[in-house]
């Protein structure tokens, strides 16, 4: 009788799902089991649905996204898979723009300070936009903000972060469906990733009052409970 075996779900979601893992090394894992085949289960089949390679093409390419327009610059992410934080912003501005980076110029140096506040380097967080266009007096509309949403969830769920902040009000809308102002203060989780809404820098420069607030969210976000 021929020996089977059930392949290892976490290796079938690194290859399809997180894409930790490439198809060479899936093959070279199945080699090591001294078996003759291996046995599918319920359902592992539906790992390797298709439509999320095919977003993720989708989103490589570049074409078609959200807030892509004539004049529009883009301003790519910044940072490496795994990061202690995630940091997720609007719509890029002028100084992020030209900084190349989604938060630059004054906001920067004040999320340089706040991420050293939670005893955090710069490079230890992964910076991404809720679009990742810059076009002068651009506002993301009720589609467009919908379609973001979904490619952010996507992008968490990719950049496995281990905490994720919310920086402003559009990315609450659109990934809690809920305003800032009813968003901030609470734990939430993103595609199972712990996450706190709060204000974006470029708030904090015009209204510093809010920086105790914002800091409140900050201690929520590092603190064990929710």
Request: net charge negative; with cysteine.
């Amino acid at each position: 009788m021929p020996k089977l075996a059930v392949f290892p779900k976490a290796w079938m979601d690194d290859l399809c799902v997180t894409g930790r893992m490439s198809l060479a090394e899936w093959i070279d894992l199945a080699a090591t089991l001294d078996v003759d085949g291996l046995e599918l289960y319920s359902g592992m089949l539906d790992l390797a649905e298709p439509a999320g390679w095919q977003r993720a093409r989708e989103h490589a390419s570049a074409k078609g996204l959200p807030m892509d327009r004539a004049g529009a610059s883009r301003v790519a992410p910044v940072g490496v898979e795994g990061a202690k934080i995630m940091l997720l912003s609007d719509l890029p501005d002028r100084e992020d723009a030209a900084a190349g980076q989604p938060i630059g110029g004054d906001a920067w140096a004040l999320t340089v300070k706040i991420l050293s506040g939670i005893g955090m380097k710069p490079d230890e967080a992964y910076l991404a936009s809720l679009s990742c266009f810059h076009a002068p007096g651009a506002r993301i509309g009720r589609d467009e903000l919908a379609a973001c949403a979904e490619i952010a969830r996507d992008h968490v769920r990719l950049a496995r972060p281990e905490r994720l902040i919310l920086f402003g009000d559009a990315p609450a809308r659109a990934l809690l469906s809920e305003p800032l102002t009813r968003a901030r203060g609470r734990v939430h989780r993103i595609e199972g990733v712990r996450t706190v809404a709060t204000f974006h820098p470029r708030w904090l420069l015009q209204r510093p009052s809010d920086k105790a607030l914002a800091w409140r969210d900050l201690l929520l976000l590092m603190s064990e409970s929710d």
